[in-house]
Structures are given as C-alpha cells and as structure tokens.
C-alpha cells in the first residue's frame, strides 16, 4: 500500500474553503485515492474517492493530477461541524491481498 | 450505502478478564474485515486481517494470543481481548470489504471504547 504524507495539522475559519493535499509517490496503476473523516470516537466516515483528474460529490471535491503523485481534497465552505481529522488512503482496496494503513492525518480545526 | 455495525460501543472490564466486540456487515457480505486500534489523539494502528473460514493474518507487534479474532460467517468477525490489562484500554475499529471486483469504498463500524480497570 502506497505511503501517504499529509499535513498534521490546519486552522480555517467558518466559511472559507478549504484544500489538504495528500502526497502519494509511489501510488500504484491499480490503487485508488480515498479520503475519510474522523471525529472524535467515531469510526471514519468515507468521504470521497477518485482515480485521476477530478471527482465532486455533495460535500467534497477531489483533484488528482495527471501524475497522481499527489491529491487534493476541497471542503467548500466549512463550518465548525468539519472540525475533524482527514485521513488520505491509497490502494487497490478490492484486492485481497491489499492492507488498508492509515497515515497520520490532518486535524482540521475550524473556528467561528 | 454499506453499513458496518460494531457492538458494543463501550465496555468497562476488569483486569483479567476477557472481553468480545463484534463486528457485522448489515447488506453486504464481508469477505476480509479489518482490525484497528486506536489511541488518544493517534491515528488507526491495523491489528489483523481477517479472510472469511480462515485465520486471521495479524500485524507485527500484535499477540495473536491476547487478540482472538474469529471471522465465521460472512457477516460477523468477532475480536476477543483475553486477560485484558489497563494498557489495552483503547478504542477499537472495524472495517469490511465485500466480494465485488471493483473499488467500492471501504466502511467502518463505530467503535468500541475499551477500558480496562
């Protein structure tokens, strides 16, 4: 399973939008790129996943470029309820031989 | 959507004594569900892999002893944490995966809170 690197940590504010991009060098052909979210004991919750260029969804949008080396997640217009961690996962997660690792995520902060 | 239920939430042992969290697929069936420990403020630490009809597959570092995972239908795994001890307080995940061939998505069950007294 690919490794991921993201941010540890990111302060927004109500209303803005905001971007955590996930590093993933050695991404596979076969792996996907899925985001989820945390809070506080709670399982994670899947938010959105994508194989290249771009995916929406009603709450999310995921950028993937050409390369897929790298991903961006966009939460348009947070409030405080996004106030979460962010977790990055890649792999070809229908494989039975794929393991699903969890990297350090991002603890996304919002503030009135 | 997938749905994948943990149960129970939370449970308070004694230490000693041991202590069983299910972990059922409701509208799918579960051909590989995932073990995940939690703790404060960390991210997801993968426990063991657990293929439907066989044994579990665990991690470096995880006693397979201490951490029974039993996954005999396609729809429950069940973790027992044997001889609990207060350092294994935590909170504990469950994934599954289904059968299809293509990429749907992984689901968590909610966790279960441990704490050993």
């Known amino acids: 399973l690919a490794k991921t690197t993201q941010p540890i940590s990111m302060d927004s504010y109500e209303g803005q939008e905001v971007n955590i991009t996930c590093s993933h060098n050695?991404?596979?052909?076969?792996?996907?790129i899925t985001w989820y979210q945390q809070f506080p004991s709670q399982g994670p919750r899947f938010i959105i996943q994508?194989?290249?260029t771009k995916v929406t969804n009603e709450v999310a949008s995921l950028f993937i470029p050409a390369d897929r080396k790298s991903s961006t997640l966009s939460l348009p217009r947070v409030s405080l309820s996004d106030t979460a961690v962010y977790y990055c996962?890649?792999?070809?997660?229908?494989?039975?031989?794929?393991?699903?690792?969890f990297g350090s995520g991002t603890r996304l902060s919002i503030r009135p | 959507g997938a749905v994948v239920s943990q149960h129970p939430s939370w449970v308070i042992c004694k230490s000693g004594t041991s202590v069983k969290i299910e972990c059922r697929s409701l509208?799918?069936?579960?051909?590989?569900m995932f073990w995940y420990r939690q703790f404060p403020k960390q991210s997801l630490m993968l426990m063991a892999t657990?293929?439907?009809?066989?044994?579990?597959?665990?991690e470096q570092g995880v006693e397979k002893d201490k951490f029974l995972i039993n996954h005999a239908s396609l729809t429950l795994s069940t973790l027992t944490v044997t001889s609990a001890h207060p350092e294994d307080s935590s909170f504990y995940i469950c994934?599954?995966?289904?059968?299809?061939?293509?990429?749907?998505?992984?689901?968590f069950g909610n966790g279960t809170r441990l704490t050993v007294t």
């Open positions: 994934s599954a995966r289904g059968a299809r061939t293509d990429n749907s998505p992984l689901h």
């Open positions: 050695n991404i596979a052909t076969n792996d996907y």
């Open positions: 994508g194989y290249k």
């Open positions: 996962l890649v792999g070809a997660f229908y494989s039975s031989a794929s393991k699903i690792i």
């Open positions: 509208d799918f069936q579960a051909t590989t």
């Open positions: 657990s293929n439907e009809g066989s044994k579990a597959t665990y």
